[in-house]
């Protein structure tokens, strides 16, 4: 099946702006937030994020955490929220998503957040932890040249937490970060999400 011009992962939507909003309910937060048409879960929360948010390990209380792929921003701004002494990065090459996710940060009081496209991430900047539901519908090639844009600035001991649909690759995503050196754990099955933690291998030094 052909991916609409108008898709989510395009910088600029084709389809026209229909503000909405939608509402993040977690046990330790529930938040209003600002969705949009041609912003992926613009009619409400993904059902892998919330999976993600509920069953993924808390964010390390301070340094430099990603949210790759952020939509809109719950996932950064939950994690902003858990971890107010860190600063999340949320990226996605959506400029409509990254305003609104600028728009919910301020909105829900977490100064702790920066929202841009992947080229303002400063270059060298190394990760503490890794979040996303990644765009698993862009297709195999590109998502696995996303993930090998970012996995390899996790600093060492540090891991990633994605969430990905098991009718929609996530064991064969599994394998593949395996045979590219990483080590990978499945944490939980949950609703037909499988949520892995992603950490490089270790040296053989």
């Given at each position: 099946?052909?991916?609409?011009?108008?898709?989510?992962?395009?910088?600029?939507?084709a389809?026209?702006?229909?503000?909405?909003?939608?509402?993040?309910h977690?046990a330790?937060?529930d938040?209003e937030?600002?969705?949009?048409?041609?912003?992926?879960g613009?009619?409400g929360i993904?059902?892998?994020?919330?999976?993600?948010?509920?069953?993924?390990?808390?964010?390390?209380?301070q340094?430099?955490?990603?949210?790759?792929g952020?939509?809109?921003g719950?996932?950064?701004?939950?994690?902003?929220r858990?971890?107010?002494?860190?600063?999340v990065?949320?990226?996605d090459?959506?400029e409509?998503?990254?305003?609104?996710?600028?728009?919910?940060?301020?909105?829900a009081?977490?100064?702790?957040?920066?929202?841009?496209?992947?080229?303002?991430v400063?270059?060298g900047?190394?990760?503490?932890?890794?979040?996303?539901?990644?765009?698993?519908?862009?297709?195999?090639?590109?998502?696995?040249?996303?993930?090998?844009?970012?996995?390899p600035?996790?600093?060492?001991?540090?891991?990633?937490?994605?969430?990905?649909?098991?009718?929609?690759?996530?064991?064969?995503?599994?394998?593949w970060?395996?045979?590219h050196?990483y080590?990978?754990?499945?944490?939980k099955?949950?609703?037909?999400?499988?949520?892995?933690?992603?950490?490089?291998?270790?040296s053989?030094?």
């Amino acid at each position: 099946m052909s991916i609409p011009k108008s898709h989510y992962f395009e910088a600029q939507p084709a389809v026209p702006s229909k503000p909405r909003t939608v509402r993040l309910h977690l046990a330790d937060l529930d938040l209003e937030l600002q969705a949009d048409r041609g912003v992926f879960g613009s009619k409400g929360i993904d059902a892998g994020t919330l999976v993600l948010l509920k069953e993924a390990p808390a964010p390390p209380p301070q340094g430099e955490i990603l949210d790759l792929g952020a939509g809109y921003g719950p996932i950064a701004v939950a994690l902003a929220r858990r971890a107010p002494n860190a600063h999340v990065w949320a990226v996605d090459v959506n400029e409509r998503a990254v305003e609104l996710t600028r728009a919910n940060a301020a909105a829900a009081g977490v100064a702790n957040v920066t929202a841009g496209a992947p080229e303002e991430v400063p270059a060298g900047l190394e990760f503490d932890a890794i979040y996303s539901n990644p765009p698993v519908r862009v297709g195999k090639a590109p998502l696995h040249r996303l993930l090998e844009t970012w996995l390899p600035r996790l600093k060492p001991a540090a891991a990633a937490y994605l969430v990905v649909q098991r009718n929609l690759g996530s064991d064969s995503l599994a394998r593949w970060l395996g045979e590219h050196g990483y080590v990978v754990a499945r944490l939980k099955s949950k609703k037909g999400y499988r949520v892995l933690e992603v950490r490089a291998a270790p040296s053989q030094a």
